[in-house]
């Protein structure tokens, strides 16, 4: 169905920003709202960010004001930019649908650290 590749995660200092893309095969895109989600160790996953096909936007309080979500469904791909990135941000970041129903990718490392 859809196979979804995230990239765009390193390491940065405090303060620090990355762009995270999402890339998805497939011709169903555009019917799913997405969203990116967290794991930290020894936590659950969890949302941080959705964006629906229309490009309405929901994003979780803890990243409020730092965090971008936005998708391009020419290019089958969603974005999240993140700036003013704390300690706390550090997790494994995914992409899927807002239900989580697609088959999840192996997500990119964000690590924030001086």
């Known amino acids: 169905q859809v196979q979804l590749v995230e990239s765009g995660g390193g390491l940065v200092q405090p303060g620090g920003s990355l762009r995270l893309s999402c890339a998805a095969s497939?011709?169903?895109?555009?019917?799913?709202?997405m969203g990116w989600y967290r794991q930290a160790p020894g936590k659950q996953r969890g949302l941080v960010a959705v964006?629906?096909?229309?490009?309405?936007?929901n994003i979780a309080e803890s990243v409020k004001g730092r965090f971008t979500i936005s998708r391009d469904n020419a290019k089958n791909t969603v974005y999240l930019q993140m700036n003013s990135l704390k300690p706390e941000d550090t997790a494994v970041y995914y992409c899927?649908?807002?239900?989580?129903?697609?088959?999840w990718g192996q997500g990119t490392q964000v690590t924030v650290s001086s």
């Open positions: 497939g011709s169903m895109f555009r019917f799913y709202n």
């Open positions: 899927n649908a807002d239900n989580g129903g697609l088959n």
């Open positions: 964006i629906s096909t229309g490009g309405r936007t």
